[in-house]
């Protein structure tokens, strides 16, 4: 049962690169979604998408970038690279955006210096 | 815009200490109501969800949750702590139409 699956775990950037976090789920949930946590701040929606084809922002969406091609693939996608960026992000499924159980994946640390 | 607020910040316990902890929110229309756990070093899980129904809610391993309309409320509930419950704990509500909300988390630390 591989759920949610994130990649990479672990990331060091310098400032103005560019990478694309990888989210995959096996659920065939419509419903994807990306958090980054800081201490302190818990947990704040980046961007989501309630099916291929559609996606919407979050609370923190500058900066980020994504797509949603297919119902099991939702990338995460950082142009450019600020400190400020520097969290761990976590990537969630669901059938449903607002009462559907998220399932999460095992997050993705990202350090920009 | 709707909020949820977490009010203990990190939380120490002994070992079989009773366990309570706050999650008010901002919403009066009908909500959905979510208490997840992240162990040190691992992703969230749910613990537990009221959706309708009877307001006292049962969860995994052995944590409970309390809805009260009237103050905005959905506090979660242990009796007797134990040292693995150590974790980071997060309300969430879910609104109509809307992604969950996260609430900043409380920190518990149980210790022997």
């Known amino acids: 049962n591989a759920g949610v699956t994130q990649t990479p775990k672990f990331q060091v950037l310098k400032t103005g690169q560019s990478m694309t976090l990888q989210c995959a789920q096996d659920?065939?949930?419509?419903?994807m979604s990306w958090y980054r946590q800081d201490p302190g701040m818990g947990l704040r929606l980046i961007h989501y998408?309630?099916?291929?084809?559609?996606?919407d922002q979050g609370e923190v969406p500058n900066g980020y970038n994504v797509s949603r091609s297919t119902t099991e693939d939702f990338p995460l996608r950082l142009l450019s690279a600020a400190p400020s960026q520097t969290s761990v992000y976590f990537c969630?499924?669901?059938?449903?955006?607002?009462?559907?159980?998220?399932?999460f994946g095992e997050g993705s640390r990202l350090t920009v210096l | 815009a709707q909020s949820v607020s977490q009010h203990n910040h990190h939380v120490i316990l002994s070992e079989a200490a009773s366990l309570e902890l706050g999650c008010n929110y901002s919403y009066g229309g009908t909500v959905n109501l979510f208490w997840y756990v992240q162990y040190p070093g691992q992703h969230l899980q749910l613990l537990l969800k009221y959706f309708s129904g009877d307001p006292l809610v049962k969860g995994i391993k052995g944590f409970e949750a309390e809805f009260i309309k009237s103050k905005f409320s959905f506090n979660l509930r242990k009796p007797s702590v134990q040292w693995s419950d150590t974790a980071e704990y997060f309300c969430?509500?879910?609104?109509?139409?809307?992604?969950?909300?996260f609430g900043k988390g409380t920190r518990l630390s149980v210790i022997a």
């Open positions: 969430a509500v879910g609104l109509r139409n809307t992604p969950l909300v």
């Open positions: 969630a499924s669901s059938y449903s955006k607002e009462t559907g159980e998220l399932f």
């Open positions: 998408s309630v099916g291929a084809g559609i996606t």
């Open positions: 659920m065939n949930h419509e419903y």
